[in-house]
Nanobody, 117 residues
Framework: VQLQASGGGLVQTGGSLKLSCAASRAIDSIYAVGWFRQAPGKQRELVVSITRGGNTNYADPVKGRFTISRDRAKNTVYLQMGSLKPEDSAVYYC????????????WGQGTLVTVSS
């Protein structure tokens, strides 16, 4: 499966942004989709994931501010980001785990989010 993230941009502190992750096949055929981010000089980190069954796992820094959702008809997973902070600035990627035991793959080009102070 291949995924492509989009929707990044420049936003002020406290603002909101919605990212989209389009999958090349039905998201119901995928065990989990995750949103990741990588800031300059830092390791890529998991932001949030959602399983086929709808279970979500948010990283502590984004709990209460970010929301993951999905549109099965469009094979798309969304990341609604709110109360953005400069430390949220990063390239955001999405990836998929086809089955529980597989690593995340299908990485596409990320989308840049810049939060100005």
């Amino acid at each position: 499966v291949q995924l492509q993230a989009s929707g990044g941009g420049l936003v002020q502190t406290g603002g909101s942004l919605k990212l989209s992750c389009a999958a090349s096949r039905a998201i119901d055929s995928i065990y989990a989709v995750g949103w990741f981010r990588q800031a300059p000089g830092k390791q890529r980190e998991l932001v949030v994931s959602i399983t086929r069954g709808g279970n979500t796992n948010y990283a502590d820094p984004v709990k209460g501010r970010f929301t993951i959702s999905r549109d099965r008809a469009k094979n798309t997973v969304y990341l609604q980001m709110g109360s953005l902070k400069p430390e949220d600035s990063a390239v955001y990627y999405c990836a998929a785990r086809s089955i529980l035991s597989s690593p995340y793959n299908g990485w596409g080009q990320g989308t840049l989010v810049t939060v100005s102070s």
